[in-house]
T-cell receptor
Framework: GQNIDQPTEMTATEGAIVQINCTYQ??????LFWYQQHAGEAPTFLSY????GLEEKGRFSSFLSRSKGYSYLLLKELQMKDSASYLC?????????FGTGTRLQVFP | DGGITQSPKYLFRKEGQNVTLSCEQN?????MYWYRQDPGQGLRLIYY???????QKGDIAEGYSVSREKKESFPLTVTSAQKNPTAFYLC??????????????FGEGSRLTVL
């Protein structure tokens, strides 16, 4: 079966660092994606990992461990505009399977 | 500007009626997808198409139908057989396969409410 788990909600303070975890068990694996989705809007692409290790892109970094079926998204220097849902997704052959998403609230 | 256009943005439907959601892209992408999102849930795949005149069922295809007669267009029909159609529907496209890190580009979504 296909299973992608993320925490439902997280809160953090402006300027802080937050780590959003994602664990997955899927029949296939062609890479792990992170998307950001603001309320009522479409998701936008944040990062892609296919090999183990850390990928850094500005304030956002994403880590992957394929042997552990684990990834995390690290957000540094949090800003109010980072309040959104963060979706973990696994590429499986010819489709992308999404987790339920983590709703992050950033407080001043 | 290149992108994906979904219409209508909001749609109300009476029970027992079919409704078609439009999705058009000018990105020259081969693959197109329809996802459904319910409150507090992730995106669930309804149908996808990797090439014109071909499409495959996703995880929740029952009560939906699609067509792919043109590369640019991938309309979704929500039929009366869909038991709980009220949801946010997202259309997406991609150029490269996921093995190459091809990301999904999403339209702005269509919010369907059944009265």
């Amino acid at each position: 079966g296909q299973n992608i788990d993320q925490p439902t909600e997280m809160t953090a303070t402006e300027g802080a660092i937050v780590q959003i975890n994602c664990t997955y068990q899927t029949s296939g694996f062609n890479g792990l994606f992170w998307y950001q989705q603001h309320a009522g809007e479409a998701p936008t692409f944040l990062s892609y990992n296919v090999l183990d290790g850390l990928e850094e892109k500005g304030r956002f970094s994403s880590f992957l461990s394929r042997s552990k079926g684990y990834s995390y998204l690290l957000l540094k220097e949090l800003q109010m505009k980072d309040s959104a849902s963060y979706l973990c997704a696994v590429g499986n052959t010819d489709k992308l399977i999404f987790g339920t998403g983590t709703r992050l609230q950033v407080f001043p | 500007d290149g992108g994906i256009t979904q219409s209508p943005k909001y749609l109300f439907r009476k029970e027992g009626q079919n409704v078609t959601l439009s999705c058009e892209q000018n990105l020259n992408h081969d693959a197109m997808y329809w996802y459904r999102q319910d409150p507090g849930q992730g995106l669930r795949l309804i149908y996808y198409s990797q090439i014109v005149n071909d499409f495959q069922k996703g995880d929740i295809a029952e009560g939906y139908s699609v067509s792919r007669e043109k590369k640019e267009s991938f309309p979704l029909t929500v039929t009366s057989a869909q038991k709980n159609p009220t949801a946010f529907y997202l259309c997406a496209s991609s150029m490269d396969s996921f093995q190459l890190g091809g990301e999904l580009f999403f339209g702005e979504g269509s919010r369907l409410t059944v009265l």
